[in-house]
């Protein structure tokens, strides 16, 4: 069993910076993939990016390339995401999620088992 809560949201300027972090309970954090997903008003959920259990492997969708940074610390139980040049089409509630069982990065919703409560990412223009 693995408890996700979500931190680090907030407003912030167009072309600003923010970092959302996600602390995890659970021994088996250190062995399973993790994701952050966000979802805009209106909208589906999507992947943003998806990090193996070694930090070995990374995913990023098409439109956070090169601007958000997805990266953990298996001490600490935790895994952010640094978002850089945000956009207004960023605003949404991000959610941090992982794999029940294997270590591999995955990129659909199905494939994660628990998830956070979310936390606002607002971007203004």
């Known amino acids: 069993q693995v408890q996700l809560v979500e931190s680090g949201g907030g407003l912030v300027q167009a072309g600003g910076s923010l970092r959302v972090s996600c602390a995890a309970s659970g021994r088996t954090f250190a062995s399973v993939g993790m994701g952050w997903f966000r979802q805009a008003p209106g909208k589906e959920r999507e992947l943003v990016a998806s990090?193996?259990?070694?930090?070995?492997?990374?995913y990023y969708v098409d439109s956070v390339k090169g601007r958000f940074t997805i990266s953990r610390d298996n001490a600490k139980n935790e895994v952010y995401l640094e978002m850089n040049s945000l956009k207004p089409e960023d605003t949404a509630v991000y959610y941090c999620?992982?794999?029940?069982?294997?270590?591999?990065?995955?990129?659909?919703?199905?494939?994660?088992?628990?998830w956070g409560q979310g936390t606002q990412v607002t971007v203004s223009s």
């Open positions: 999620a992982a794999r029940r069982r294997w270590g591999t990065i995955a990129t659909i919703q199905s494939d994660y088992e628990y």
């Open positions: 990090i193996s259990s070694n930090s070995g492997s990374k």
